[in-house]
């Protein structure tokens, strides 16, 4: 069954964090290394809410901040340093919109409130036919419901589509679903073997 959907994620594969001493210089600050400061903003209960949709991304990093004993007044400039290190893939962006016309180029990513605007300040909305925000559909992957609902969006069958991730356990969901995946492990090769999967008839 030829593809007519390619679906990606954002986090750990349009953008990645390619440079992590600004968020380990920030760890160091509050004497912490640097996956106890990726925990401590990815994986707490206001993070999940945020992902879930169920409070904006200003409420998530306001519990942060407690967390922190900072005042609101240096939000804009903890999110800075946390997220210093991250790095826009220029190539990956430019083939995406090269599938444009040829697919239905879709985004499925677990993310809180502020992505969408963050897609179009730095022109990638426009990457996409569809765009699901996790935050906008109160439901996260690896749930099989998020998959379902791309598929409808961009009217294709799941053996007709094809999802782009970082995490084993999402493709492993994807998979389930009909749909098939394309772990994202390895930059440099990366876009020859999803040029040769998604082309292959």
């Known amino acids: 069954m030829p593809i007519r959907a390619v679906f990606f994620d954002f986090g750990g594969v349009i953008m990645r964090t390619e440079y992590q001493a600004p968020r380990q210089k920030l760890a160091e600050r509050f004497n912490m290394d640097y996956d ?25 990093w306001s519990a942060v901040l407690k967390r922190f004993k900072q005042p609101a007044s240096e939000m804009q400039a903890f999110r800075n340093h946390f ?3 991250d790095v826009i893939d220029r190539k990956l962006v430019e083939y995406i ?5 040829q697919f239905h180029t879709g985004l499925i990513s677990n993310a809180w409130s502020g992505l969408r605007d963050f897609l179009a300040s730095e022109n990638l909305i426009d ?12 439901m996260v992957k690896p749930s099989a419901r998020i998959y379902e609902l791309a598929l409808d969006q961009a009217k294709v069958d799941a053996g007709e589509a094809v999802f782009v991730d970082d995490m084993p356990i999402n493709i492993e969901a994807c998979e389930k679903a009909g749909m098939k995946g394309f772990l994202f492990n390895h930059p440099d090769d990366a876009l020859n073997r999803l040029d040769q999967l998604v082309k292959s008839k």
């Not at 400061?37 to 998530?60: K, N, P, Q, W, Y």
């Not at 919109?97 to 016309?101: A, E, F, I, K, T």
């Not at 990457?127 to 109160?138: C, K, P």
């Open 36 to 60: 106890e400061m990726d925990r401590a903003v990815f994986g707490g209960d206001s993070a999940r809410r945020a992902s879930l949709g169920e409070i904006t991304e200003d409420a998530h």
């Open 127 to 138: 990457l996409f036919d569809t765009v699901i925000i996790s935050a906008e559909v109160g």
């Open 97 to 101: 919109r090269s599938l444009r016309g």
């Open 83 to 85: 997220f210093g290190g």
